[in-house]
């Protein structure tokens, strides 16, 4: 029996949406910074991925499993609405439903946007690793923390 072959988006995505993802992954917002610390592990019981390039779109965030996109809307929006509407009519024509929250809500009530995207994953109960609080999600966004003697987390893990 023949090794299944690595899944990846390559095939499924333009290389140019590729790269743009990664760039987008390097340069969070706050907001997104916020909900990747809440979210990623399987925090919900599920994989969710962040700057996901599918077709010609990047997501903010994918659930495969459940085939939902989640998008954190900054002020840009408000000017694409119209946009905004054609794209989620698109990827729900892929199956794929997306679920939009104002980055203000995600700073301002982080807590209850989760609970929202659980309830929208149809998870009633936390997965293993229950999110973080709201206080642990803005430290952890703000940046690398420092250990005694000034060395951050991601130095003492060999990463610069």
């Known amino acids: 029996m023949q090794d299944e072959p690595r899944r990846t988006v390559e095939g499924v995505a333009d290389r140019s949406k590729i790269e743009f993802a990664r760039e987008q992954r390097k340069n969070p917002t706050r907001a997104e910074k916020m909900l990747w610390q809440a979210v990623r592990r399987k925090r919900l019981g599920v994989r969710i991925r962040r700057q ?3 077709g010609d779109f990047v997501l903010d965030f994918y659930c495969a499993e459940a085939r939902l996109a989640i998008e954190v809307d900054g002020p840009v929006h408000e ?9 989620d009519q698109t990827l729900a024509t892929w199956g ?6 104002p980055e203000e809500r995600v700073r301002e009530e982080l807590t209850v946007v989760v609970k929202e995207i659980r309830d929208r994953l149809g998870q009633q109960r936390p997965g293993p690793g229950s999110p973080p609080d709201t206080a642990d999600c803005e430290r952890r966004a703000s940046g690398p923390q420092m250990r005694s003697g000034g060395e951050s987390n991601t130095q003492s893990r060999g990463r610069s």
């Open 96 to 101: 794929i439903e997306v679920m939009r929250v």
């Open 52 to 54: 996901h390039p599918i």
């Open 79 to 87: 000017q694409r609405q119209a946009y905004d509407r054609w794209r």
